[in-house]
């Protein structure tokens, strides 16, 4: 088994000698015996290329089994005395803190053990945190994924090696681990919880494995190799992921745009829009009714605990929900914009300028960021404010009524678009769509003295 597991530790490159290793230990067979493993390891020192292992145990004590929660603490302590083995613990208020966290005793656990584990690894350069799940943690795993349901990433069971978490133990399977502390007579602590049902994992480790292995005597070796295949198949379907990604999908200013038509084109793109909004805390069940909309109208709104998703014309529109999805309304005075104050909105600046006619450039700029406005023709204070059902102006140049939602159809403005679309107004006379077209009633004509010059910068 030594040799398997340092094949193993080699294969999966799980770690160099010279890194630091720390041992998580609860005491349990499957942890001491990777413990064992270290140990024994090392002992091959001399005829082996790559030097000793550099390691040290952490051990938990939840209090959640009384005195035998302390006893698990005092045997790993005094085995690791026996090696010569650091030893670091800590005691956790493990049931007090499942009650002010509102999360279950297992997920409690888990938390704390895992966030000291990682506090230890900082603190004390660690490279490595190892923990001794093997091959029927992984079986147990891919069943219980299967029942709550999973994509192609919950198939491939537990990694031996993700971030700074190695699994160096994944290569046995848990008769392995019983014949050899059979064989080398290796003495560790019975957890009481392990033979409970309570818990879903041990459902299914007690009462569900044992039926398949009616079914098939040697589920541990046919799972093994399935789980390889499914480790191939998760790595091709992370790189095609990555290609849809980069295919559909763009980033403007924090807001992410996914061309339908390119979604559309994409072969199983059910699927992998599904993997994509998973990113953006969007569930299986939006992310199918998303893809159901694609070919619907647009306007239709989805929300994730974090992000807004807009089924716009071409595009699916993810924004972080922003002010502007809130009313926003302000009150520019004279004497404001006098002093040379500027007024911030969402991500945009307006400055304003009052000159005489006669400062007038000949030549001036004409773009939509830029509105010129006659002065006297403005009764301050204006308003900034955003669009509503109903706004209507008289586009620069014309003479007729125009809704402003008709014109902004007109001009094949985007819903998202629309949703930050802002108006200068005076007394609720529309001045000007801040970034598309001035009124005309507000135009610079050869009476005009003063000049409103306001700039999106």
Not at 91 to 106: H, L, W
Not at 278 to 284: D, R
Request: hydrophobic share 40%.
């Amino acid at each position: 088994m030594l040799h398997a597991f340092l094949t193993y530790i080699n294969e999966q490159k799980l770690f160099e000698s010279s890194e630091k290793v720390l041992l998580t230990v609860s005491g349990g067979k499957d942890s001491v015996v990777m413990l064992d493993l270290f140990c024994r390891a090392n002992l091959l020192e001399p005829n082996r290329s790559n030097g000793r292992f550099q390691f040290a145990v952490a051990h938990c004590n939840f209090q959640l089994r009384g005195k035998d929660s302390d006893d698990d603490q005092i045997f790993v302590e005094n085995l690791c005395k026996e090696n010569k083995v650091v030893f670091h613990t800590k005691t956790f208020d493990t049931k007090n803190y499942a009650k002010k966290t509102k999360v279950s005793i297992e997920m409690a656990a888990r938390t704390l053990r895992y966030e000291w584990f990682e506090s230890m690894r900082q603190e004390m350069n660690f490279d490595y945190i190892a923990t001794a799940h093997h091959l029927n943690d992984s079986i147990e795993t891919v069943l219980l994924n299967l029942t709550k349901g999973t994509g192609i990433s919950g198939l491939k069971g537990i990694s031996a090696k993700k971030g700074y978490i190695i699994r160096p133990m994944l290569f046995a399977s848990r008769k392995q681990i019983d014949d050899y502390v059979t064989k080398k007579n290796i003495s560790w602590q019975e957890d009481s919880s392990n033979a409970s049902n309570d818990y879903q994992r041990n459902l299914i480790r007690n009462q569900v494995v044992p039926l398949l292995k009616k079914i098939n005597p040697n589920l541990d070796e046919t799972f093994a190799r399935n789980l390889e295949r499914f480790h191939s198949l998760e790595a091709d379907f992370r790189k095609n992921l990555s290609h849809f990604k980069t295919t559909v999908i763009r980033e403007e200013n924090g807001i992410f745009f996914l061309k339908i038509v390119d979604i559309k084109h994409w072969q199983s793109a059910n699927y992998y829009l599904e993997e994509l909004l998973k990113e953006f805390g969007f569930n299986y069940f939006q992310s199918k009714e998303i893809f159901n909309s694609l070919a619907g109208l647009s306007g239709k709104m989805f929300y994730s605990e974090k992000f807004t998703l807009l089924k716009d014309r071409e595009d699916l529109v993810i924004s972080p929900p922003s002010s502007s999805e809130k009313t926003i309304s302000m009150s520019i005075s004279l004497d404001e914009i006098n002093k040379g104050q500027s007024f911030v909105y969402l991500d945009n600046k307006l400055r304003f300028t009052v000159f005489n006619i006669e400062e007038m450039e000949t030549n001036f700029e004409r773009n939509n960021a830029i509105l010129f406005a006659d002065f006297d023709k403005i009764t301050f204070p204006i308003i900034l404010r955003q669009w509503q059902e109903g706004d209507w102006f008289i586009p620069f140049g014309m003479k007729g009524k125009k809704k402003i939602s008709d014109f902004m159809i007109d001009k094949k403005i985007s819903l998202y678009l629309k949703k930050s679309t802002f108006l200068l107004t005076s007394q609720d006379a529309t001045i000007w769509i801040i970034n598309h077209r001035a009124d005309n009633r507000f135009k610079l004509t050869e009476s005009t003295k003063k000049v409103l010059k306001v700039e999106v910068v």
